[in-house]
């Protein structure tokens, strides 16, 4: 969905270096989630937001951090990337009128 | 735990073929109930969705799901594939507002 757009979309780290991926949404919505992908596992929460001033972990946040810039922005920082971070990310938004959500075209990342 | 299970992991079939793909959940109480499709390369699209009403639930490109409340499942269908149905496909639960996800099931269509 071009409403929803993530930067990168494929990026190359060592292990130890702190990268940030980035997601916009122009759909006006308020909530943001981060998810992760990996083969066979589906799609798993790190972490959502919905509201500037709201952050919570989602089931698999340890190692990862973020910030809701604004409504429109929600980033997600991997402080010292490591191998087992290889993965597809995948930013997703929602209205608090209803639960559908809505993914961006997904980051893919590989810790070295 | 509180889960989401596809029964299948990667199918298998020719086009024509009707499909039906397996997904149950273990969440308690009222839960709104979905199957999103990642076709190769793009990103995860939703396909049909369930909140309330008419349990058989109709979503884009001829797919159907179907949720039986005593049976915690909502099970996908298409009575008739086409190649272009080559994905995967996931089903999810959110019982508040957090989307949990089944693993998938990799469908491949073959010509």
């Known amino acids: 969905d071009a409403d929803v757009t993530q930067t990168p979309r494929n990026r190359i780290t060592k292990t130890g270096k702190r990268i940030m991926l980035e997601c916009s949404q122009t759909?006006?919505?308020?909530?943001m989630y981060w998810y992760r992908q990996d083969p066979g596992l589906g799609l798993r929460l790190i972490y959502y937001s919905f509201d500037v001033k709201d952050i919570n972990k989602g089931e698999i946040s340890d190692g990862y951090s973020v910030s809701r810039q604004a409504q429109a922005k929600f980033s997600l920082s991997l402080e010292s990337a490591i191998p087992n971070q290889t993965a597809l990310y995948f930013c997703a938004t929602s209205d608090s009128t209803q639960e559908t959500q809505y993914f961006g075209p997904g980051t893919r990342l590989l810790v070295l | 735990a509180q889960s989401v299970s596809q029964h299948n992991h990667h199918v298998i079939l020719s086009e024509a073929a009707s499909l039906e793909l397996g997904c149950n959940y273990s969440y308690g109480g009222t839960v709104n109930l979905f199957w999103y499709v990642q076709y190769p390369g793009q990103h995860l699209q939703l396909l049909l969705k369930?909140?309330?009403?008419?349990?058989l639930v109709k979503g884009i490109k001829g797919f159907e799901a179907e949720f039986i409340k005593s049976k915690f499942s909502f099970n996908l269908r298409k009575p008739s594939v086409q190649w272009s149905d080559t994905a995967e496909y996931f089903c999810a639960v959110t019982p508040d507002y957090k989307l949990s996800f089944g693993a998938g099931t990799t469908v491949t269509v073959r010509a």
């Open positions: 369930y909140f309330s009403g008419d349990p």
């Open positions: 759909k006006g919505h308020d909530r």
